[in-house]
C-alpha cells in the first residue's frame, strides 16, 4: 500500500477501503491520517465517511 502524503490521494483511499474492505491496520493509518491532515477539512470529511464505514 502506498503511502498517502496528498490530501487529493485521500478520497480515493478513502473510497478504496470502503469499496473492498477495512483491515486490521485501517484504523491506526486512519489515526494517522488524522494528525497529517488535521487542518484540512475536506480530508478530515473524507476520513469521517471511513469512520462511518467501519464495523
Do not use: E, S, Y
Request: net charge negative.
Amino acid at each position: 500500500m502506498p503511502g498517502v502524503d496528498d490530501p487529493d490521494a485521500l478520497t480515493a483511499w478513502v473510497d478504496l477501503h470502503l469499496r473492498f474492505g477495512i483491515t486490521p491496520h485501517t484504523p491506526a493509518a486512519v489515526t494517522t491520517l488524522k494528525i497529517r491532515f488535521g487542518a484540512d477539512a475536506h480530508a478530515l470529511a473524507q476520513l469521517a465517511r471511513l469512520d462511518a464505514g467501519a464495523p
